[in-house]
T-cell receptor, first 113, second 114 residues
Framework: DGGITQSPKYLFRKEGQNVTLSCEQNLNHDAMYWYRQDPGQGLRLIYYSQIVNDFQKGDIAEGYSVSREKKESFPLTVTSAQKNPTAFYLC????????????FGQGTRLTVV | AQSVAQPEDQVNVAEGNPLTVKCTYSVSGNPYLFWYVQYPNRGLQFLLKYITGDNLVKGSYGFEAEFNKSQTSFHLKKPSALVSDSALYFCAVRGNTGFQKLVFGTGTRLLVSP
């Protein structure tokens, strides 16, 4: 089946640790995105990538890092510099930059313990 | 910069009644507008989009949305609500020049009672 796979579904992190969230797509989409979802705040863009080996900061990039070494993969690392990492993280992809809709993965819920 | 407003945190409607979830937007130039639905602990599912053309857009699960340029609105509608329509709905906008990020509203929770 084509789609976007995020793993793990649930992730627990101790304070001071870095963790990496996986996002893989087999839709052959060029653009990929990471969003953070908090209750009552909607979705906020962390990073996005238009093509392989290229990515840009979104609105809340501090404390996060990404890589785009392969077209189908866009992992997100939540570093210890992120002050409030507990949230629901959503990865998405789209064919192109504008008129096409984005397809979302099922999300990863990260909790700091 | 583009923005989206969803003025209602929650909309309550009885099953079988029509429903409307409101969305207004701000963007330079012509907008690309989208509606998504989210069920608990799941990702977002695409419902419909407006790119150009007919102001009334039909989408999945019987939903439709009306684009109104003068009011900068893109309200989501359904003639007859189902209990299974209860979910969180997001409106999103993207500008039409260059690479534009998809900007989301804060979401509206729809509760359909039996």
């Amino acid at each position: 089946d084509g789609g976007i796979t995020q793993s793990p579904k649930y992730l627990f992190r101790k304070e001071g640790q870095n963790v990496t969230l996986s996002c893989e797509q087999n839709l052959n989409h060029d653009a990929m995105y990471w969003y953070r979802q908090d209750p009552g705040q909607g979705l906020r863009l962390i990073y996005y990538s238009q093509i392989v080996n290229d990515f840009q900061k979104g609105d809340i990039a501090e404390g996060y890092s990404v890589s785009r070494e392969k077209k189908e993969s866009f992992p997100l690392t939540v570093t210890s510099a992120q002050k409030n990492p507990t949230a629901f993280y959503l990865c998405a992809s789209s064919i192109g930059p504008r008129e096409t809709e984005a397809f979302f993965g099922q999300g990863t819920r990260l909790t700091v313990v | 910069a583009q923005s989206v407003a969803q003025p209602e945190d929650q909309v309550n409607v009885a099953e079988g009644n029509p429903l409307t979830v409101k969305c207004t937007y701000s963007v330079s130039g012509n907008p690309y507008l989208f509606w998504y639905v989210q069920y608990p602990n799941r990702g977002l599912q695409f419902l419909l989009k407006y790119i150009t053309g007919d102001n009334l857009v039909k989408g999945s699960y019987g939903f439709e949305a009306e684009f109104n340029k003068s009011q900068t609105s893109f309200h989501l509608k359904k003639p007859s609500a189902l209990v299974s329509d209860s979910a969180l709905y997001f409106c999103a906008v993207r500008g039409n020049t260059g690479f534009q990020k998809l900007v989301f509203g804060t979401g509206t929770r729809l509760l359909v009672s039996p």
